[in-house]
């Protein structure tokens, strides 16, 4: 976590579980049931999120809901910049044509990781539609993304970054705010062993939740 120094706290474990639990709620509300939904998950973490969204559907709904994961490097608008791009798997087990897609991914930025997504689905299939949950929205938006089911709005500086840490993955859960060091790029949280001890668990890219 090389030039991240955290200084305050934006949610802790409980905080998270009950921003997650009522985006579970709107999702359900918001499409009538969950018949038709299939939640994919953006690696990195939003994949784990993806998970902990699908249990909680199904407690509340009792439907169990396909979940997939989607790694994007190769539809990332400056993936030329990256020689060698950590690749992760992507697993969507199911026909997306006909579905409500729900993306889910940690944090939300600039929405290119967002935009990126979107071309990779379509790819898979013709949803009958696609929504976006993030678990924190900063801000900053550089193309016309908005998601429609978000844990907590908050507002930083482009000289910040936001991490979330996940038990599964982190052996803690928190989301943090601090500040970058001098030309430091926004990065995602460093996985503990690296990411080829992750595959198919969580990635990590090259930008924070843009």
Not at 11 to 25: P, S
Not at 64 to 92: C, H, M
Not at 164 to 169: N, Y
Request: aromatic share 4%.
């Amino acid at each position: 976590m090389s030039g991240f120094t955290a200084k305050n706290v934006i949610m802790d474990e409980a905080a998270m579980n009950r921003a997650l639990i009522r985006i579970a709620h709107e999702i359900v509300e918001a499409n009538e049931g969950a018949s038709n939904l299939a939640l994919v998950g953006i690696v990195a973490r939003g994949d784990v999120l993806a998970r902990k969204l699908a249990g909680l559907i199904e407690e509340i709904e009792g439907v169990k809901v396909p979940v997939g994961t989607l790694d994007i490097s190769f539809y990332r608008d400056d993936v030329a910049v990256y020689l060698s791009p950590e690749i992760q798997a992507t697993n969507i087990p199911f026909d997306v044509t006909g579905k409500v897609i729900v993306l889910v991914d940690d944090v939300l930025y600039t929405g290119r990781t967002i935009r990126s997504a979107l071309n990779a689905i379509m790819d898979f299939g013709r949803p009958a539609a696609i929504r976006l949950a993030v678990l924190v929205d900063r801000g900053h938006r550089e193309l016309p993304i908005r998601a429609d089911y978000v844990g907590k709005n908050v507002p930083s500086s482009h000289s910040e970054t936001v991490r979330i840490f996940l038990s599964e993955v982190d052996g803690r859960s928190a989301v943090e705010i601090g500040d970058r060091a001098p030309g430091e790029r926004a990065s995602a949280a460093p996985l503990p062993g690296g990411p080829a001890a992750h595959v198919g668990l969580a990635g990590k890219r090259g930008q924070e939740g843009e």
